[in-house]
């Protein structure tokens, strides 16, 4: 005689409570994670509000552009025979950096400021970082890299655009040319090179600004 034989799996009750504790942990490790990456970058994005910034006057903004007076200032600027913008960035920073970190001839430490300046063609490119306000030509502390001039900028007019996220040879070419295209049908004469303008660090991935300025022929009413 048959008999059918019927086996009824009781789930292990200790097995259970062992993978829902997993499960909670790895939540409360995700979480953790996520947590200290918004104070993180919060933190960034908030000291980056706090870098000084070159000044300038904003002389017309409307839903296209912005227009600018930038006075003189002093620069510290470095060469590159690189034409894109990954090449210009990772060659060019290096040397600055290093610069205001302490490779000067006083070892004086010198504040980041902000945008971090690259005008790019197809003959190369230069970087440059502005100097804090309280430097001039005299008294900024002279580079131990020979290769690093120190200058002060011309007085300008520029026309900017803003882009956020991080920049890429795709996206400066796109906003110079639309940039260049509402000039044009503004009539505003363009007098030189464009230059972008780049205002965090590459580890702030939050509320990223960059910007392509050109600079104009314009007379103030």
């Known amino acids: 005689m048959l008999h059918a034989a019927f086996f009824v799996f009781e789930p292990n009750q200790s097995y259970i409570v062992i993978q829902l504790n997993s499960n909670m942990k790895a939540l409360y490790i995700f979480l953790g994670l996520g947590a200290i990456y918004i104070v993180f970058q919060s933190f960034i994005a908030n000291s980056a509000v706090k870098t000084e910034k070159q000044k ?4 017309v903004k409307d839903d296209e ?3 600018r007076y ?5 620069m510290a600027t470095v060469y590159s025979s690189a034409t894109n913008y990954k090449s210009v960035a990772s060659s060019g920073f290096g040397k600055l950096a290093r610069f205001i970190f302490g490779g000067n ?5 010198i504040a980041m400021t902000a945008p971090v300046r690259m005008n790019m063609s197809e003959k190369g490119a230069e970087m440059s970082f502005v100097m804090p306000t309280k430097y ?3 008294n900024l502390p002279k580079p131990n890299d020979e290769s690093i001039r120190i200058h ?3 007085p300008q007019y520029v026309a900017v655009v803003s ?3 991080y920049a890429n040879d795709e996206k400066i070419k796109t906003h110079k040319e639309k940039l260049l295209q509402i000039l044009s049908q503004r009539n505003l004469k363009v007098t030189g090179d464009y230059t ?3 205002y965090n660090a590459p580890y702030q991935m939050i509320a990223r600004t960059n910007e392509i300025a050109i600079p104009i022929e314009w007379k103030e009413q």
Not at 70 to 74: F, L, S, W
Request: charged content about 25%.
């Open 56 to 59: 300038y006057r904003t002389v």
């Open 65 to 67: 552009l912005e227009i």
């Open 70 to 74: 930038y006075p003189a200032a002093t």
């Open 105 to 109: 001839k006083e070892n004086e430490s």
């Open 136 to 138: 001039n030509e005299s």
């Open 152 to 154: 002060e900028s011309a």
């Open 163 to 165: 882009f956020g996220g």
């Open 196 to 198: 972008f303008l780049g």
